[in-house]
Each structure stands twice: as structure tokens, then as C-alpha cells.
């Protein structure tokens, strides 16, 4: 749980957006628990909701040919097989009231 509300935190910090590689970098912890820092991310999404605020995803880009993925966790371009890949960023914002 305490994950989630240091990711909330430091996503509130960084309006433009973090990847998970940054929200790592951020609070100190190992590459190799990008997997844990994503499922709090994704777990963020309903406490967000409840403060008003909601998680933008700005999906992963390939680099080499501008495909835009649908899903956060990719490796490989499906279009043009490139492994260069942009990650996707991850940023919070007030949900928008009409
Ligand atoms: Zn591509």
C-alpha cells in the first residue's frame, strides 16, 4: 500500500509524466522492481479516482516508425519489428468536470 501513495506522490510532483524507469529512479529503488512499481500504478488508478484525479497514459511509441501500442508493457514493434521503443509515461490529473 505504501508503494502506491510514494508513486501517487512523486507522479503529483512530475506533471509532465514518468516513465516506470523514472518513478524507480525517483524513489530510490532497484530496476528490477519495475513490475511491482507498475502493478501500483495500475492499483493508483481507483484511490485516484476517489481524490478527484485520474492516471493518464501516454502510450509506447516506436521510435523507428511512430507506431502507437495500446498497452503499457511492450518490447517489440509489431509494424516494423524495432526494439526501439519509447516507453510509456505515466501522469496525473484532475479529472475533468462538465
Ligand atoms: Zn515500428
Given at each position: 500500500m505504501a508503494l502506491i501513495?510514494?508513486?501517487?506522490?512523486?507522479l503529483l510532483k512530475h506533471k509532465e509524466g514518468l516513465t516506470v524507469r523514472e518513478i524507480c529512479y525517483a524513489l530510490g529503488l532497484e530496476p528490477s522492481r519495475e513490475n511491482e512499481v507498475y502493478s501500483a500504478i495500475?492499483?493508483?488508478?481507483?484511490v485516484l479516482k476517489r481524490k478527484g484525479l485520474e492516471l493518464v497514459m501516454i502510450p509506447?511509441?516506436?521510435?523507428?516508425?511512430g507506431f502507437t501500442f495500446d498497452?503499457?508493457?511492450?518490447s517489440?514493434?509489431?509494424?516494423?519489428?524495432?526494439?526501439w521503443i519509447e516507453?510509456?509515461?505515466?501522469?496525473i490529473r484532475g479529472i475533468k468536470r462538465r
Amino acid at each position: 500500500m505504501a508503494l502506491i501513495e510514494d508513486v501517487i506522490e512523486v507522479l503529483l510532483k512530475h506533471k509532465e509524466g514518468l516513465t516506470v524507469r523514472e518513478i524507480c529512479y525517483a524513489l530510490g529503488l532497484e530496476p528490477s522492481r519495475e513490475n511491482e512499481v507498475y502493478s501500483a500504478i495500475m492499483k493508483a488508478v481507483k484511490v485516484l479516482k476517489r481524490k478527484g484525479l485520474e492516471l493518464v497514459m501516454i502510450p509506447p511509441q516506436c521510435r523507428k516508425c511512430g507506431f502507437t501500442f495500446d498497452k503499457p508493457k511492450v518490447s517489440r514493434c509489431p509494424n516494423c519489428k524495432s526494439e526501439w521503443i519509447e516507453p510509456a509515461r505515466f501522469l496525473i490529473r484532475g479529472i475533468k468536470r462538465r
